[in-house]
């Protein structure tokens, strides 16, 4: 497999736009030095539309990108054979339910993925949890097989089907496969995105990723982000020189971008973080997995 020559992590976020300050990118190129963050070239924080063109206009030339995003890619499926049970509409494959997804939110601007959640009448909403409503069908316990096994190294990742609190992984994940189909439907020659695709030729890689995973990977305590012996020390495991003394991590999404580059950086060279041998043949067709998760 051809190596990589960047490496590329977006700190996502499902929130309604259009400029989100929650939306980070780091980048960091071969060898050792430490990622940086890449501000929006069109001012201001960025939407998910300028993070698109961004990417796309980064794809040009010859250099082959690895790039991280932090949202799941797909619903449990692997535990009960389907997406949403005892649904006459539940697609069937991974492309199905993401193609589905853009269809309920083909009126949400922006990627948003609000009109799949909002409301206790939507397509799929028994199934899920929101601060208006809990579907009868939703269940805390719906984990992917990526999930459990991250459990295993300390990061404890949230039940997709949840779309309220702090660890609401469910909103920024209905948008993030706003994202994801719209790049594949559209750039499919170019993007790959694992485990789903093959890799071996494509220019650009798209993988899930966990930043809180990394963290713990390094033995190191995600909540004290903004501490710069931390930083540092995460960076030092996956083989990352320090920060430099004008570079300020400013935010948690800003340090979860940073460490997610580094990782991707070190992770991608890894023969088995490609073949995890837990990841089953359904978890790969209709799941997907979280990058690093052995």
């Known amino acids: 497999m051809r190596q990589f020559d960047r490496h590329i992590a977006m700190d996502w976020s499902g929130a309604k736009g ?3 300050p929650g939306l980070q990118v780091a980048d960091c190129p071969t060898g ?3 990622p940086t963050i890449i501000p929006n070239p ?6 998910r539309s300028d993070l698109a ?3 796309i206009s980064q794809m040009a030339g010859n250099k082959r990108l690895l790039l991280g995003l932090d949202c799941g890619f797909a619903y449990p499926f692997c535990d009960q054979q389907t997406y949403f049970p005892d649904h006459l ?6 492309g199905e339910l993401w193609a589905c997804i853009e269809t309920i939110c083909t009126t949400d601007k922006q990627f948003y993925g609000g009109s799949f959640y909002l409301r206790y009448d939507a397509p799929f909403a028994d199934h899920l949890l929101y601060q208006t409503y809990r579907g009868k069908k939703f269940s805390i316990n719906r984990l992917r097989i990526t999930e459990r096994e991250c459990c295993a190294s300390g990061a404890s990742p949230t039940c997709m089907f949840k779309c309220v609190g702090s660890d ?3 909103i920024g994940s209905v948008a993030g496969m706003r994202f994801l189909h719209y790049l594949k439907i559209n750039f499919q020659d170019k993007i790959a995105i694992w485990p789903f695709d093959d890799i071996s030729l494509a220019s650009c890689v798209i993988v899930e990723v966990f930043p809180r995973l990394y963290f713990h990977l390094a033995g190191q305590n995600p909540q004290q982000w903004s501490r710069p012996n931390v930083i540092n020390a995460t960076l030092g495991f996956f083989g990352s020189g320090p920060l430099t003394p004008m570079m300020a991590v400013n935010t948690e999404d800003e340090a979860d971008a940073i460490i997610t580059s580094a990782a991707l950086r070190s992770l991608a060279k890894k023969l088995r973080c490609w073949s995890p041998p837990k990841m089953t043949e359904c ?3 209709h799941e997907g997995w979280i990058f690093g998760v052995r």
């Open 89 to 94: 509409k539940t697609p069937n494959s991974r």
């Open 168 to 170: 609401s992984v469910g």
């Open 283 to 285: 978890a790969r067709l």
């Open 42 to 47: 069109k001012g201001g924080h960025w939407k």
């Open 18 to 20: 259009p400029r989100l």
């Open 32 to 34: 050792t030095l430490a």
């Open 53 to 55: 063109q961004w990417l």
